[in-house]
């Protein structure tokens, strides 16, 4: 379940791309946990109004602000520099990027409206949960197994550890200190409640 565990090694010690890796890891861990969410709205209809907040902001700011931030700032157009087609796997990512932010807001704007009493808005947090989860796992094994594959050959160590300082400013400005913590945290949490 540790996918911060970057924050404790010296750059030297991993490649960029196996600090994303290890992102995935506690991404899927919250795709797992938002699957068990959907379960109970189906079954009983509750949806517990801190850990979906929790579930979220996670989606909104770790995986998206920052893990993705990542990759579209400073790993794809690295690749591009290193002789890959833009319009090849990049531009596939790109475009599963935004399909996932689309899902995130339509769940966002649905929790919004089932919050103001529009009890029918919990199906649409479901069936754009449920397409976001599809979305997400199958993206991560074309990242790890096909994208991150190909960085590990075409990119040198000097690119690697400069993405690898690229990724740290990243978290520093986009989610600040401390929140990597708070976000393992929630995950530690929600894991015990929705997965055990």
Same mark, same amino acid.
């Given at each position: ?10 750059? #030297? /010690?991993?490649? @960029?791309?196996?600090?994303?890796? !290890? =992102?995935?890891?506690g991404?899927? %861990? ?6 068990q969410?959907?379960r109970?709205?189906e ?8 850990h ?8 909104k ?15 794809f ?12 796997p990049?531009a596939?990512?790109l ?7 689309n899902y995130?807001?339509?769940? #966002? /704007?649905?929790? @919004?409206?089932?919050?103001?009493? !529009? =009890?029918?808005?919990?199906?649409? %947090?479901?069936?754009n949960a449920l397409?976001?989860i599809?979305l ?15 960085a ?17 400013r ?14 393992h ?7 015990k409640?929705?997965?055990?």
């Open positions: 379940m540790l996918f911060c565990i970057h924050a404790t090694m010296r750059r #030297s /010690d991993m490649k @960029a791309t196996q600090q994303l890796r !290890n =992102e995935h890891e991404v899927k %861990i919250m795709l797992n946990i938002l699957e969410v959907c109970q709205l079954t009983d209809g509750n949806l517990n109004e801190e979906f907040d929790g579930i979220l902001e996670f989606l700011v770790f995986v998206d602000k920052c893990h993705h931030g990542k990759e579209e700032d400073l790993l157009p690295a690749l591009i520099t290193a002789g890959v087609s833009k319009d090849g990049i596939v990512m475009q599963e990027h935004e399909m996932g932010r995130v807001k339509s769940m #966002s /704007d649905a929790y @919004a409206a089932c919050a103001g009493g !529009n =009890e029918s808005a919990s199906k649409t %947090i479901r069936k397409a976001y599809t997400l796992r199958n993206h991560i094994e074309k990242e790890n197994n096909v994208l991150f594959v190909m590990d050959s075409l990119l040198s160590e000097k690119t690697q550890d400069e993405l690898f300082e690229g990724f740290e990243i978290e520093e400005e986009r989610i600040g200190a401390g929140k990597h913590e708070e976000f945290g929630l995950l530690g949490k929600l894991s409640m929705y997965l055990t």
